[in-house]
């Protein structure tokens, strides 16, 4: 049975502070599930054309490569709906922040195969979104205090498509 899903819109600048407004802007208006949704198919169809030479490939000294990209949007996913969840069920207590640059290092991804990091990707993407579909209005609604960096499942949903948007042109660039 299909559960309906809940047309969320667009956040407003009270949802997030303002720094997380970058990502929320690269994301075109409509409905957020489907923008995930088609996201899957549109990272990993790009990411699966590069070849093992160009998944190692760094710009520059010290810059990530096309695997630890894509390792980056799995665990930061992880890590906004983790944030998304405890919003979502009330959870008054305030998350620690996360160094995503040691994320990375720590990560192991350039020791990787691609082709195994876009699956990790594609099934975190794909509990997200199933995640999502299941909320209700209350939990979409719902809002923490504004010492939080993020206040709104919405805002995180969005969030997530955008972080993924912003880390796409480093995918294409030429290697």
Known sequence: MAVATIDAGRPAGDEHIPY???YIALV????????LT???AETTALSNSLTPERASWR???????AREIVGHLADTERVLLWRALRIARSDPVLW???DFEAYVEHGGFDNRDIGDLLE???IVRGATIAWLRGLGEDAWARRMPEAWSSRSVRSLAWMIAGHELH???DLRKPG
């Not at 075109?28 to 923008?35: C, L, V």
């Not at 710009?59 to 490569?65: I, S």
């Open 20 to 22: 997380f407004g970058q």
């Open 28 to 35: 075109p208006d409509g409905d957020i599930i489907e923008m």
């Open 38 to 40: 088609r996201q899957i």
């Open 59 to 65: 710009p520059a000294a010290g810059e990530w490569n």
């Open 96 to 98: 620690e922040s996360v």
């Open 120 to 122: 990790e990707f594609a």
């Open 167 to 169: 880390h796409l042109p």
